[in-house]
């Protein structure tokens, strides 16, 4: 599928307007309570269903399922991402009001960063075909793995990344606001809220190991990946702030998610053999997020308290 240069052009406008009107709407720090977080959770899952839409409508069927096949999938792990951005927070002892800054620059280099691996990943597929199967063994491999530590608990005080940051970069024990550097006594400091930023885009990269392959398997064309990819997270930071207090309830959302990257990982492994319709792999992805939501809920819903 060959989409012109202006049709790329439309898109980043877009996500850049987008980006400047969330930037604007939220200059002043402020605590995101869940009503605003829902108001704008529903404008980024509308405008990406609306994007789907015009997917569908210029491009074919076709290719309108695998967009829609590529958002469902990036939102459903968006999902756990939440898990770790909560405990990232509530480590550094981030300030609520100061949390939505952090996940907008978080996001903004996450488009970035993930517009660099779709661009390798698509020239690395349309090269070595093999790497398919590399990539299907790898999602699997993820998914059982993700099982097995479905019950781990996610300690940053030990994660390398930090330690690097702290040994190489110098930086202050308090917050100064919203400022990511401060200078004291004619040195540059960074701020505890630098170092938040750095460790919320490393765990990105780490999550798009995992994302951006998985979307590979409903679509090779590099402008679905990257347009499912990018209207996902541009609502990550909304769906942060509407789950992140009902998180403890999704206690089988890891399962659910572990048998996404097996099912999408299987269906790479077998795509030479029987390439799976891009609606099925919509239902089974559904399925196995609804499914584990609702067991959630279930299992965590509070025993009704007796009538007196």
Request: charged share 15%; aromatic share 14%; with cysteine.
């Amino acid at each position: 599928m060959v989409v012109p240069p202006w049709a790329w052009l439309v898109v980043l406008t877009v996500i850049v307007a987008m980006l400047v009107i969330d930037l604007l709407a939220h200059r002043k720090d402020h605590v995101i309570s869940a009503r605003e977080a829902a108001t704008w959770s529903a404008v980024w899952v509308g405008l990406g269903l609306l994007f789907g839409g015009v997917v569908w409508a210029t491009l074919g069927a076709q290719a309108g399922s695998e967009y829609l096949a590529g958002y469902l999938i990036e939102k459903s792990l968006a999902v756990d991402n939440v898990f770790i951005f909560a405990l990232i927070f509530g480590y550094f002892a981030v300030p609520r009001e100061l949390q939505h800054r952090v996940l907008f620059y978080g996001v903004v280099g996450a488009l970035v960063m993930r517009a660099g691996f779709i661009a390798g990943g698509a020239a690395l597929l349309d090269r070595f075909h093999w790497l398919l199967y590399v990539f299907g063994a790898f999602l699997v491999f993820t998914g059982w793995r993700m099982y097995r530590h479905r019950h781990a608990e996610f300690d940053p005080s030990g994660n390398p990344v930090l330690r690097l940051v702290r040994r190489v970069v110098p930086s202050t024990s308090e917050y100064d606001g919203r400022r990511f550097w401060v200078r004291r006594g004619g040195r540059l400091l960074a701020t505890p809220l630098f170092t938040v930023l750095v460790f919320v885009e490393v765990t990105d990269i780490i999550f798009a190991v995992d994302s951006i392959p998985a979307i590979f398997a409903v679509t090779q064309s590099p402008f679905l990946v990257f347009t499912s990819n990018a209207f996902a997270i541009l609502g990550l930071r909304a769906l942060y702030f509407l789950l992140a207090e009902l998180m403890h309830r999704f206690v089988y959302l890891k399962t659910g998610l572990a048998a996404v990257l097996v099912f999408v990982g299987v269906k790479m492994l077998v795509i030479d053999l029987w390439k799976v319709p891009v609606a099925l792999s919509l239902a089974v992805i559904a399925a196995c997020v609804g499914v584990a939501v609702v067991a959630s809920l279930r299992a965590t819903r509070e025993p009704a308290r007796p009538t007196s």
